[in-house]
């Protein structure tokens, strides 16, 4: 087994980048699909972008110990666009990030609407091109064969909206309780359990959709890509594997299509708790899929 150069904290980056990027989008898109009544579910997408690329970044930098080694050597990164994937990423995650804070101030001090959608639409193009990036970044390294795919980047993409809706949704019951005067609206639709339930089913519609694409794109990855089997068998890393197919995958689908039943028959407050167990499941999940990719490729290589 291979020194491992990149660890927890890395694989701790990589799913903030994909969930900053999936929560964006996924908050964006509901105001731009001018979904009014679940204004809530967008300010909690666009707040948790925001303080998700944020640690995200802070962590990264702690992890390269630019702090440490000659600290304003970050800023020579920018300077190599377009020759290296590196300067290429910093400047797409530098951009969507003041996108990302721009947006948040625009929503929370009731901002020019126009002004707002515009933000929104480039952050949309942002956050996916953050959350494609995660997987480019793997996929750049030379001398691991797991990483050498070119549908890691969807994988991660389509992890990050999973986890962008998962994280959304939870912020609202959070911040709502938490802080109910700076966040009365959360709060408001958090204690109305059908209008929650109708969030729910909302957003459970695209979920299960993006389940099953990325199942079908994790078949792809693994019968194209050299070496996987160590993911799936004979590795340290092969029981969170199957812990990622369990609680990101089969869990939450599960789950999202028991809720359509409950729903049909009025029990609100039970699909309320239910989604919340399979929130938490799927940033779990999320969370493990970048640990198997990123610390079972230095396994083997």
Do not use: C
């Not at 948040?104 to 953050?130: A, H, N, P, Q």
């Not at 340290?236 to 990101?248: E, H, I, K, T």
């Amino acid at each position: 087994m291979s020194e491992l150069i990149w660890g927890s904290i890395m694989v701790l980056y990589l799913f903030l980048g994909g969930l900053a990027g999936g929560s964006f989008t996924v908050g964006a898109l509901a105001d731009l699909l001018n979904k009014k009544e679940y204004r809530p579910f967008t300010k909690a997408g666009i707040l948790s972008s925001f303080v998700s690329i944020l640690v995200g970044l802070v962590m990264l930098i702690f992890d390269l110990k630019r702090f440490d080694v000659a600290p304003i050597g970050i800023l020579h990164v920018y300077t190599r666009f377009p020759d290296s994937i590196m300067s290429v990423g910093t400047w797409i995650i530098t951009a969507f990030t003041l996108v990302s804070l721009f947006t948040v101030l625009i929503w929370f001090l009731d901002g020019d609407v126009m002004i707002r959608k515009i933000l929104e639409v480039v952050g949309v193009v942002l956050g996916l091109s953050t959350a494609a990036y995660t997987g480019i970044l793997l996929s750049f390294a030379r001398g691991v064969p797991v990483w050498q795919s070119g549908f890691l980047p969807w994988l991660f993409v389509l992890s990050g909206l999973l986890t962008g809706i998962a994280l959304s949704i939870i912020v609202i019951p959070i911040a709502g309780l938490l802080m109910p005067r700076a966040f009365a609206d959360f709060k408001a639709i958090w204690d109305s359990k059908i209008r929650f339930a109708g969030l729910i089913e909302y957003t459970d519609r695209y979920a299960q959709s993006l389940i099953v694409v990325e199942t079908v794109v994790m078949l792809l990855y693994f019968l194209t890509t050299p070496s996987t089997s160590i993911l799936w068998w004979g590795s340290g890393v092969s029981v969170y594997f199957y812990a990622y197919l369990l609680l990101a995958l089969a869990a939450p689908l599960a789950i999202a299509i028991y809720d359509m039943k409950l729903l049909e028959e009025g029990k609100h407050e039970t699909v309320t708790y239910l989604t919340l167990l399979a929130i938490i499941l799927a940033l779990m999940g999320g969370y493990l899929l970048r640990y198997v990719i990123l610390i079972g490729g230095q396994m083997l290589y």
